[in-house]
């Protein structure tokens, strides 16, 4: 799973959607006026290196991109403390999102800065992004969302181009992985911060039904689950193949010019 398993997928799944959007309506601003802007793309790529690495969640990496966005947003920090706030970040997120025998230990986060830094700075960090947060790190994200929208990726009207589907679990499968590579392509740019994470989220999953040639594209269940009409996703969807087109033909993540970069998918596993 992408996080933390079926248990999204509940008889309050209506109450646990009203929550998700209470708090992406929490969400801290992002006006793009970190002085470091440039070195988002190198820092990201840097971050989602780390979270593979160190088998972490895809809700994890989100959370922790989502973290650094915003302290970069409203910081001057200097170079040489860019991968100790990313290193935070990934700190922080996981201590909200992932088993208490999966967070990372300083030591283990350090290595990836060639030990430059001491516990006691890492401390300090941590202290400083809480404070910022004020001690409310924990949030919904894309991934969040992408998550459990999944629940009901395939319907039980779904057809593999007009053809009935065979096998179901096959496809539920295919699915996640395939919107699990636009999950990372919406951590590429800064663009998509314009919408909500929700919005995201959705045209994360219609691509990937796109994708995996799914029809209809955007059943009414999906619609009904999500809040959204096909038409207020295709402007992301949009630029979501636009981005997938440009990675295929040039067999990298990064694209000019953009605000974040991954050059492999940060989903641990399926369903």
Same mark, same amino acid.
């Given at each position: ?82 991968? #100790? $706030?990313?290193? @935070?970040?990934?700190?922080?997120? &996981?201590? /909200?999102?992932?088993?208490? *025998? ?67 679990? #096959? $496809?539920?499968? @295919?699915?996640?992985?395939?919107? &699990?590579? /636009?999950?990372?392509?919406? *951590? ?84």
């Amino acid at each position: 799973m992408m996080a933390h398993g079926s248990s999204w997928m509940t008889d309050y799944a209506e109450d646990v959607l009203s929550w998700m959007h209470y708090r992406e309506m929490q969400h801290l601003p992002y006006n793009g006026n970190s002085p470091q802007l440039s070195m988002r793309g190198t820092l990201i790529e840097f971050l989602c290196l780390v979270s593979e690495r160190l088998k972490l969640s895809v809700a994890t990496t989100h959370l922790s991109v989502y973290l650094l966005d915003r302290f970069m947003d409203a910081h001057h920090i200097s170079d040489n403390q860019l991968r #100790l $706030t990313a290193l @935070t970040a990934i700190l922080l997120a &996981a201590k /909200f999102e992932e088993k208490d *025998l999966n967070v990372p230990r300083i030591p283990e986060l350090n290595a990836f800065a060639s030990n430059r830094y001491s516990i006691a700075i890492f401390n300090s960090m941590e202290a400083f992004m809480l404070k910022f947060f004020n001690w409310n790190v924990g949030t919904v994200t894309v991934a969040h969302f992408a998550e459990f929208y999944l629940m009901q990726g395939v319907t039980a009207g779904d057809t593999l181009e007009g053809a009935r589907l065979t096998a179901p679990a #096959l $496809t539920r499968q @295919t699915l996640w992985r395939t919107t &699990a590579h /636009f999950l990372d392509i919406s *951590l590429q740019d800064k663009v998509f911060l314009e919408w909500p994470s929700s919005q995201v989220a959705a045209a994360c999953v219609a691509c990937g039904r796109l994708c995996c040639h799914l029809l209809p594209t955007w059943p009414v269940a999906l619609q009904a689950t999500t809040g959204y009409h096909l038409q207020s996703l295709s402007q992301l969807m949009d630029l979501f193949l636009r981005l997938y087109e440009s990675e295929e033909k040039n067999n990298i993540c990064n694209t000019p010019d953009s605000g974040y970069g991954s050059r492999s998918s940060s989903l641990q596993g399926s369903p």
